[in-house]
């Protein structure tokens, strides 16, 4: 399988991770609890949102303002600068729970295709 996302060099992000990571905080704020995992497009090609935040959680890169503004927008603040809130791998850290959560809703989300319970003590 190809590798989508460039690798880290010693820790540190290309351009193109970074500006991935902000998309991906953006796509994670306007998710809504039930739905499919959000993509986002790197190098033209569409990758989960919680691949590129776990891809992100070694980075040492200092997060900028813009993105760090955009993750205080829906992550408590008090526990952004408790965790030293200045990296991406900091930010990465804290948004992950909240994939967790929301694909886990995802996947309890009953879809139309799916078979209806059958009654106790009912064969088919």
């Known amino acids: ?37 959000p993509v986002v497009a790197v190098e033209g090609r ?17 997060l900028p ?14 526990s952004f600068r408790a965790s030293g809130g200045s990296l991406y791998a900091d930010g990465a850290k804290l948004v992950m729970p909240l994939c967790v959560e929301r694909l886990t809703l995802s996947l309890l989300r009953p879809t139309s295709s799916a078979i209806p319970p059958r009654k106790a003590g009912v064969e088919a």
């Open 46 to 62: 569409g990758v989960p949102i919680s691949r590129i935040f776990a891809h992100m959680s070694a980075c040492g890169d200092l």
């Open 1 to 37: 399988m190809q590798k989508v996302l460039p690798e880290l060099y010693e820790g540190h992000a290309p351009i193109t991770l970074q500006n991935a990571f902000h998309d991906a905080l953006e796509a994670l704020e306007e998710w809504e609890e039930g739905n499919e995992e």
């Open 65 to 78: 303002l813009r993105t760090r503004d955009v993750l205080e927008s829906f992550v408590d603040k008090g």
